[in-house]
């Protein structure tokens, strides 16, 4: 019987060790303090909290906003989803290295949670709504719902943007949104339906997850006055039942000679999870130059 339960073990963890998403959640340890909370000599944070329409989501937003002054034009803005894990992801010497060129304003979206991640929330948030589904219903697995990134757009649009911006000069011709894997498909499905940014950063976006229809959206544009970058690893993890990875450079080159203003950025060797850091890394240079 002791050697039944040894194999059974064994068995069971070659199991976790092959399947395609036994690593592929994030780490959950709980934060710890973050820049906003220790301060910085190059940028004053403030914080506020909203909820959803249905109060079933609790959001925290974080705004940080330079201490040098802004140019004749405003600051350029950044809003960045998963807001608790890219707002612990800063430092202070990024913050300075910033800071000397073009800083621009930096909207941290979080939730109102400890963890890096509301993994429930998020999962509803930045999904579109699956074709043939309806908005808000698109079950993802593992007890999670998708499909309301049009709800939290909303939000986004009607309730974040303009406290986060309040009496603060912005150049509303230099307000962009990063997002990584689900929210690089909120960034993809933004790009599409939005006219409130005017660059769009989706890192990772998990079209695999069954968004594929997003690309084929973009295919069918003809005018989108935004700029568009994808920024894709090439060691992407598969995921069990996900379909394979989509080779966007050739949908990039068609849609340049459409004339959108589309590009995309190689990281070779950066596998999903690692594509969080170092894209946001770039995005908050590219903003701030």
């Known amino acids: 019987m002791v050697g039944f339960y040894r194999k059974a073990v064994v068995i069971l963890l070659l199991m976790l060790v092959n399947s395609p998403s036994a ?38 937003i974080w705004v940080a906003v330079p201490k040098k002054p802004a140019p004749a034009q405003g600051y350029p803005i950044l809003y960045l989803l998963d807001g608790n894990s890219s707002l612990s992801r800063l430092n202070e010497s990024q913050l ?24 429930k929330a998020r999962s509803f948030d930045y999904t579109p709504a699956a074709r043939g589904a309806t908005e808000g219903n698109s079950m993802l697995g593992r007890g999670r719902v998708g499909g309301g990134s049009a709800i939290f757009r909303a939000l986004l649009e009607q309730k974040i943007i303009p406290q986060s911006e309040a009496s603060l000069p912005i150049d509303q011709a230099k307000r962009s949104l990063w997002g990584h894997s689900f929210g690089g498909l909120f960034v993809l499905d933004a790009y599409l339906h939005s006219s409130r940014f005017s660059h769009y950063f989706a890192a990772s976006p998990s079209l695999g997850q069954g968004y594929q229809f997003l690309v084929d959206d973009i295919q069918a544009q003809t005018v989108n006055p935004a700029t568009l970058t994808l920024m894709v690893g090439s060691s992407q993890p598969a995921r069990a039942g996900a379909q394979p990875a989509i080779d966007l450079s050739p949908r990039v080159e068609q849609w340049q ?33």
């Open 96 to 119: 300075q290295g910033i800071s000397e060129k073009n800083p621009a304003v930096l909207v941290f979206v979080g939730y109102d949670t400890p963890l890096p991640f509301d993994l």
């Open 23 to 60: 690593f592929s959640r994030p780490d959950m340890t709980p934060l710890g303090p973050s820049i906003a909370d220790q301060g910085s000599s190059f940028y004053r944070f403030k914080t506020y909290k909203v909820e959803s329409a249905d109060t079933q989501r609790h959001y925290k």
């Open 257 to 289: 000679k459409q004339g959108l203003g589309i590009s995309i950025v190689h990281y070779p060797g950066v596998s999903h999870g690692a594509m969080f850091g170092a894209s946001l890394q770039d995005t908050l240079k590219k903003v701030s130059q």
